[in-house]
């Protein structure tokens, strides 16, 4: 089964700083992996996916990610944090349904604050 | 394009009321659809996921259900609301591989 293990539920940085969000996964196939973004009462948003190729994946807003299967890491960046950064960031994995079809599974998410 | 459509946006309703909410996605035919729930710091959790009209599948067992009556229309219902079901639901939709796109959400608030 697949499953997205993101570390620390609340980041903190300043602006200019930067970003580092991270994120494992456990996957019995090759992975598709996904970052979204969640402003407050609203739904979430693609930043970027991996799916084949590149293994570093460049997204909205200035973020990238890189997927390192050795590692079986998918950490989101961004050299350079901005107040409008601050969200939830999901990180999460496409898994195979036993009644057929796919959904995608969910970290539990990263909250991101930026200080001035 | 494709967009999703979900509504309403909040929701505030009694213990042992009725509950239905609505998806609607344009643009796209056959998608899969599905209804997640979101509890602070637990991530989303996938209620319900159907590959075509009429075939719904459940994810967890609960005091809810889910219903396609049409290609792109997909409806989340309870015959009786428990104070347990408060939280944000979002509706989304895939391609066969693709990212999935969500609704805005609906905040739901039984009380």
């Known amino acids: 089964a697949q499953s997205v293990t993101q570390l620390g539920s609340h980041v903190s940085v300043s602006e200019g700083a930067l970003v580092l969000l991270r994120c494992n996964y456990s996957s019995s196939v090759p992975p598709y992996l996904f970052w979204y973004v969640q402003y407050p009462n609203q739904g979430l948003q693609l930043l970027l996916k991996?799916?084949?190729?590149?293994?570093l994946v460049k997204g909205i807003n200035g973020f990238e990610a890189e997927f390192k299967k050795s590692e079986t890491s998918f950490h989101l960046t961004k050299p350079s944090a901005h107040m409008s950064d601050a969200a939830e960031y999901f990180c999460a994995v496409s898994a195979i349904l036993t009644g057929g079809g796919n959904k995608l599974t969910f970290g539990t998410g990263t909250q991101l604050k930026v200080e001035l | 394009s494709q967009t999703i459509h979900q509504w309403p946006a909040t929701l505030v309703q009694p213990v042992g009321s009725p509950l239905s909410l609505e998806c609607t996605v344009e643009?796209?035919?056959?998608?899969?659809l599905y209804w997640y729930r979101q509890a602070a710091g637990r991530g989303l959790q996938l209620l319900f996921y159907?590959?075509?009209?009429?075939?719904i599948s459940s994810e967890v067992p609960q005091n809810l259900s889910a219903s396609r009556p049409q290609d792109r229309q997909f409806i989340l219902s309870s015959k009786k609301l428990l104070l347990s079901d408060s939280g944000f639901y979002l509706c989304a939709w895939r391609g066969a591989w693709t990212e999935a796109f969500f609704g805005q959400g609906t905040r739901l608030t039984v009380v």
């Open positions: 159907s590959v075509g009209i009429g075939q």
């Open positions: 991996y799916t084949t190729g590149a293994t």
């Open positions: 643009g796209t035919s056959n998608p899969n």
